[in-house]
């Protein structure tokens, strides 16, 4: 629980912040933030190379001298770190980039240091969550006092990254205080034999990693190369308030996860059932959003970035959409994971990383940040359709039937929305929630039992 309180109250603070930055810096420096942070996290794969899930693991399964072992990946690294941060000066050495993007992405590269040292990874394997909670909230809670004092106009764009920076440090000393307290000090720890296995094991992770960043994070980076900062400014705060929409989905997955595992050996038609009605109560939440998000997208930009962000409004209607197919896919996707079946979702997120790539460089040189946010849109539906094709056992759910009266009272409460669009955006908003939800009844979408049942199953499990 603390670790899921954390994470609400991190991705809120992280939004005002951006909300912030994109106020204060306008389209064309926040796009050169969004780009050199983006940019940055191709580096830090490179730092991490899969060893974080690998250590998580063999750390859950009662390593032996977990403290040598530890040394041993925090060693590995700082090495890869240093590695990662020397082809990051190559590479900005060689871009046509303006002078502030080059500096911003070389202050945001120093990051890869602290990377190396953090202990999340450990302290997921020991299952003291707490301390990832605490220690994320307290690396974000002064990097936002720092940048609303701080960071008043464009001036200061180039302090933003240590800012962050002094964030990252309290976190990775704090996890590093709790290692020494109760498992004593680490130490570096140099052996090549050791290094080359963790290599071996942690390169297939990793691998899957690099396409997932790739999946979510190639549009901002050929954006910044091909259109400029003010796009990428405007696509990243369209962008940013569709991840912010979908921040609790993933609560509601991490819950029904070992619940699906567990059916899996167990009982075949209870993980049929849980699939069915997780997949409806999705759909009933995602589709209101994508009508709703699609009519509202000028008052919610306006209201968060101001009018200087309005390219971005047609980047959040076609965006919005994502959310919606990721709703109705979500369970579906988890439950390769918990089936045992990491190779094929392996596949089907190569697939929608190389659909990705194919049309961003096809549609943006064209379309700039609309064909961009198509490119996303159409990955997540290749995705999506990949998985529903493979799952055997999902594959028996009769998805488009659990869509359409929830498409019906979606677009129901489009037309009474459509026709408030203009009135204050609070109270459109509620006028659409209230109508949705009113025609979801009338329509019996979903019944209060089906609710009551899937949530005493969610209850359960921890009995």
């Not at 997921?124 to 307290?138: A, K, N, Y």
């Not at 089936?339 to 997120?349: A, P, T």
């Amino acid at each position: 629980m603390t670790l899921s309180f954390s994470e609400i109250v991190l991705r809120l603070i992280s939004f005002f912040i951006i909300i912030y930055l994109a106020r204060v810096l306008g389209a064309a420096d926040f796009g050169k933030i969004s780009f050199a942070q983006t940019l940055i996290l191709y580096f830090m794969l490179i730092t991490n190379l899969g060893l974080d899930t690998l250590g998580v693991r063999e750390i859950a399964r009662g390593k032996d001298n977990i403290v040598n072992y530890t040394g041993n990946i925090i060693t590995l690294k700082l090495f890869l770190a240093i590695f990662s941060f020397c082809l990051m000066l190559v590479f900005v050495n060689f871009i046509h980039k303006s002078f502030q993007v080059k500096y911003l992405i070389i202050f945001y590269g120093f990051s890869l240091f602290p990377s190396a040292l953090l202990l999340e990874w450990f302290f997921r394997g020991v299952e003291r969550m707490e301390f990832i909670g605490i220690s994320r909230i307290l690396g974000k809670l002064p990097y936002a006092l720092l940048v609303f004092l701080l960071v008043k106009s464009s001036k200061q764009l180039l302090l933003i990254p240590y800012l962050s920076l002094s964030g990252s440090l309290i976190a990775i000393g704090f996890l590093i205080y709790i290692f020494t307290k109760q498992y004593g000090k680490f130490k570096l720890v140099f052996n090549l034999s050791r290094w080359k296995s963790l290599i071996r094991q942690a390169l297939p992770i990793g691998a899957s990693s690099i396409m997932i960043q790739i999946y979510y994070n190639f549009d901002i980076v050929m954006l910044g190369f091909m259109k400029g900062d003010k796009v990428v400014g405007c696509y990243n705060a369209a962008y940013r308030v569709i991840l912010f929409a979908w921040m609790f989905f993933p609560l509601f997955i991490h819950a029904i996860f070992p619940l699906m595992s567990r059916y899996y050996k167990e009982s075949q038609e209870k993980l049929k059932i849980l699939i069915s009605s997780s997949t409806r109560l999705l759909s009933i939440i995602g589709l209101p959003l994508g009508v709703g998000g699609t009519i509202l997208a000028k008052p919610i930009m306006r209201l968060l970035y101001g009018e200087g962000f309005d390219n971005g409004i047609i980047a959040f209607q076609i965006l919005i959409w994502s959310v919606v197919i990721i709703c109705l896919r979500c369970t579906y996707e988890q439950s390769f994971l918990a089936c045992d079946k990491e190779k094929r979702y392996m596949f089907g997120v190569m697939s929608g990383a190389l659909t990705n790539i194919g049309l961003n460089l096809i549609l943006i040189p064209f379309f700039g940040l609309k064909g961009a946010a198509v490119a996303t849109v159409i990955s997540e539906f290749v995705f999506s359709l990949y998985l529903f094709f493979y799952f055997r056992i999902v594959s028996k759910v009769k998805i488009i039937s659990y869509c359409l009266k929830p498409f019906i009272a979606a677009i129901l409460m489009g037309f009474i929305v459509y026709y408030v669009r203009n009135l204050n955006l609070f109270l459109s908003m509620s006028m659409g929630i209230i109508s949705y939800f009113i025609f979801i009844l009338l329509l019996k979408g979903i019944t209060f039992k089906e609710i009551s049942e899937l949530k005493k199953q969610i209850v359960k499990r921890t009995t």
